[in-house]
């Protein structure tokens, strides 16, 4: 989700300031202080701090003002919020923790996607396959990630699943931070490639079994990757 105009600038200021610490727990917002030191209207203030305690990053305390909330109040599933983390120095933390719930989710999702896929899931997922193979071969990045992103939502959402469906935002921003922060190699490794086409091959022709255990290995890979390359 990009937040656009005035509102949108406020937050890239408030958002990864609260997420990194620079803001911590405890910290009022002042709008009047808000609006000399970022140069807005109170309206823009409102809007971005409205914004902020949807993501519950922040909670208005009678006679106190907007108090940044602790971390363990935070809605960790929003992408902006994991984009803000990545950004900071909790971005190891971060991305061992959103790997670990791919290894819980995406397998089983691509198994339930192997017996509820309908026809059209099953097109989707094949030439999203083919699509991954042409970018990974031309080294694009930008167009492999792309796909990949439109890969594991469309697996999470054949699963059938509404709570697996709704957790594409949360795995397309981690997908989004490993390339950003180049945690990816500069060309997609061939088995990587090699085992989404085993994913939608698998949900293609009803195998459960095939497609969870391909699928484990994606992600079971991933964060090993992330562990071997991120400092503890």
Same mark, same amino acid.
């Given at each position: 989700m990009e937040i656009q105009g005035l509102p949108g600038r406020l937050l890239a200021v408030l958002g990864p300031a609260i997420a990194s610490g620079e803001l911590p727990e405890g910290t009022v917002l002042r709008a009047? !202080? @808000?609006?000399?030191?970022h140069g807005v209207s109170r309206t823009v203030v409102r809007e971005a701090v409205r914004i902020l305690e949807s993501m519950r990053l922040v909670e208005p305390r009678r006679r106190v003002g907007t108090t940044v909330r602790p971390k363990a109040d935070w809605d960790v599933f929003d992408p902006l919020?994991?984009?803000?983390r990545l950004a900071g120095a909790d971005?190891?933390?971060q991305l061992r923790s959103l790997g670990s719930l791919r290894v819980a989710v995406e397998p089983a999702a691509a198994a339930l996607a192997a017996r509820c896929a309908g026809d059209d899931d099953r097109?989707?997922?094949s030439a999203l396959a083919? !699509? @991954?193979t042409v970018t990974a071969r031309a080294?694009?990045?930008d167009a492999f990630l792309a796909h990949d992103i439109a890969f594991h939502a469309a697996v999470l959402r054949a699963s059938g699943n509404e709570m697996f469906a709704?957790?594409?935002?949360?795995v397309g921003a981690v997908l989004?931070?490993?390339?950003?922060?180049?945690l990816m190699p500069h060309r997609p490794r061939e088995y990587a490639v090699q085992l989404h086409r085993d994913v939608a091959q698998a949900i293609c022709a009803g195998d459960p079994e095939l497609a969870e255990r391909a699928m484990r290995t994606i992600v079971v890979g991933a964060l090993e990757e992330l562990d071997a390359t991120l400092p503890d």
């Open positions: 009047e !202080e @808000l609006e000399q030191q919020v994991i984009r803000w971005r190891s933390a097109r989707e997922l083919v !699509e @991954l080294a694009d990045l709704h957790l594409k935002d949360t989004t931070g490993r390339t950003e922060h180049r």
